[in-house]
């Protein structure tokens, strides 16, 4: 990702990969891809069409859809800034902030969604005032999904822009700033063009995740059909009665994940990948 | 070609894996003070609704003091997830769920005739409010109140169907704000104040301690739900398990469950 604009690779005999690898590569591959084999195996696919066709699957796959594109307009409102601080600002302890920015990645989502509940819940740290000032309550909301899935997401999208803000060549920024643009002017002309590629990579990939998000979403959010039942969460609960069902969700869910991550790979990645 | 090879590697690593943690075998404790009968010992692997954490925890820690050399492990979650793990394979003594219908999920499907599950408690849904009631709420009327959070199990699980029959029972129409995935979610969200009331079991508003309180109402007679116990036929320690059923349903273990606030008998 941070290799743009770096020599074409010559192969030199006796270099490549050592076959030693190649074993546990192949076992690696195996372990990534088999589960996800085993979900096609198994989908009834005469089933498809009906299911498909049910009016709460095509609900929470629009609830899905809308959400992680909200929750990925938000990380990148607030995930390029922070970034760009991480990469480029005179912050004093900026290891630690950059720490604190990569927990939601480790966190278990049921804990975020905890964490969450606890800061902006009715009865919150900050959710109380909320509700009592403005009369705004979050859980069991659309924007608590949204909410959710940011939170578990931008962490994603701050990893992939800060590293292509470190990777990016700080001479065209000061020449810019050297032939009187301001630093606005600069980052919005300059520097948030060059590292295009990993903003775009990051959004794609905080948008798979926000795509897939389910324990953060059902604790802070709850299930209710229609306002919080995300594709992931009809999934579990159609496995509770109908596995059948579930198979048939896990592979829509699957499908759009691909489908995405394709196209936005070939769409705008592809100058990035050598 | 290679992917292959290695894919069937990986296939043969993970089932052996599956299979020696599945099948440990039963070896005879001589351990001294076991009770009457032959000694038992092994690990008996316990599936058991949500609603019965604390109560099954308690007799698993006085089933291990009884026969010394025995472990119980619980699996605590919703009783339908719990029977869609056995049903597919999961290697599990004792299943004890939440609703027959839900038991006969797994009954049904095993190939042998030698489960009978036994209904060893009773429960009824109450209504659980955070401690001091926010929502004013004195009956079932209120959870239709659409101004009022509330939160349901939803109708899948064996919790959501009993308030569904409630509901009916009552002729309301329910307004829940979501539908929870087991009964302890529910109570969790009224704990926590993010609900004005949630539908729970009976135990569970006992289980809440100070946090919640619990308001009875009449129509819970039209769902009393049964909770079934029965040693899987595939059990990998049969013996023990009979024995842990046994305790389950000995004046003891009524005591311990009549304390939580199930009915027995």
């Known amino acids: 990702m941070t290799r743009a604009g770096s020599a074409p690779v010559r192969r030199v005999p006796g270099t490549g990969v050592p076959p030693l690898l190649l074993l546990p590569a192949a076992l690696g591959l195996a372990f990534l891809v088999l589960p996800v084999v085993a979900v096609l195996v198994r989908t009834p696919w005469s089933a498809l069409p009906h299911q ?8 929470s796959l629009r609830l899905s859809l809308v959400s992680a594109v909200l929750a990925t307009v938000i ?15 005179e912050l004093r302890g900026r290891s630690l902030v950059r720490a604190l920015v990569t927990v939601p990645l480790v966190l278990p989502p049921v804990v975020g969604g905890v964490a969450l509940l606890l800061l ?46 470190r990777a990016a060549d700080r001479r065209y920024d000061d020449a810019a700033a050297t032939l009187g643009a301001s630093r606005w002017l600069t980052f919005r002309r300059v520097t948030l063009p060059l590292v295009a590629p990993g903003v775009t990579a990051g959004a794609a990939l905080s948008f ?6 389910f324990g953060a979403t059902i604790t802070f959010a709850g299930n209710f059909p229609g306002v919080t039942r995300t594709m992931p969460l009809s999934v579990y609960l159609a496995l509770e009665t109908d596995p059948d069902a579930a198979i048939v969700l896990s592979v829509v869910l699957l499908a759009v994940s691909v489908v995405v991550l394709a196209a936005l790979r070939g769409r705008w990645l592809s100058g990035v990948r050598r | 070609m290679r992917i292959r090879t290695a894919a069937l590697a990986l296939v043969g690593l993970l089932s052996t894996g599956a299979c020696a943690a599945g099948t440990g075998p039963v070896v005879p404790s001589s351990a001294p003070g076991a009770s009457t009968s032959a000694p038992l010992a092994g690990t008996v692997t316990v599936f058991a609704a949500a609603s019965l954490t604390g109560t099954f925890t308690e007799l698993g820690h006085a089933f291990e003091a009884a026969h010394p050399g025995t472990t119980v492990r619980f699996s605590f979650a919703g009783s339908s997830s719990l029977a869609q793990q056995i049903l597919a394979g999961a290697p599990v003594d004792v299943f004890a769920a939440a609703s027959t219908a839900t038991m006969s999920l797994v009954t049904d499907a095993a190939s042998t005739g030698r489960a009978t599950p036994a209904v060893f408690a009773r429960n009824r849904l109450e209504i659980a409010v955070p401690a001091g009631n ?16 509330i939160a349901l199990c939803a109708p899948q699980v064996p919790c959501g169907a009993a308030a569904d029959a409630v509901f009916a029972a009552a002729g309301l129409t329910p307004a829940p704000d979501t539908l929870e995935q087991d009964v302890k979610a529910v109570l969790t969200k009224v704990e926590l104040g993010e609900v004005d009331a949630g539908l729970v ?10 946090a919640v309180q619990g308001i009875e109402f009449p129509q819970s007679a039209a769902a009393v739900t049964e909770d079934p116990i029965v040693v899987l036929p595939d059990a990998p320690h049969p013996e023990a398990a009979q024995a842990f059923v046994d305790l389950v349903r000995s004046p003891h273990g009524r005591a311990v469950l009549s304390a939580a606030g199930f009915e027995v008998g």
């Open chain 2, 134 to 149: 926010p929502g004013h709420v004195t009956g079932l009327a209120d959870l239709a109140r659409p101004e009022l959070r």
């Open chain 1, 208 to 213: 798979a995740r926000a795509l897939g998000e």
């Open chain 1, 52 to 59: 498909l066709a049910r009016p709460e699957v095509l609900e």
């Open chain 2, 201 to 210: 079991y009976r135990t569970d508003v006992i289980a809440g301690g100070d």
């Open chain 1, 120 to 165: 902006l819940g009715r009865r919150g740290v900050v959710g109380q005032y909320l509700d009592a000032w403005f009369g705004i309550s979050l859980p069991f909301s659309t924007a608590a999904v949204v909410i959710a899935e940011a939170f578990v997401a931008m962490p994603f999208l701050v990893i992939s822009v800060e590293g292509a803000l």
């Open chain 1, 75 to 89: 990380c990148l409102l607030l995930g390029v800034p922070l970034a760009w601080v991480l990469a480029r600002g």
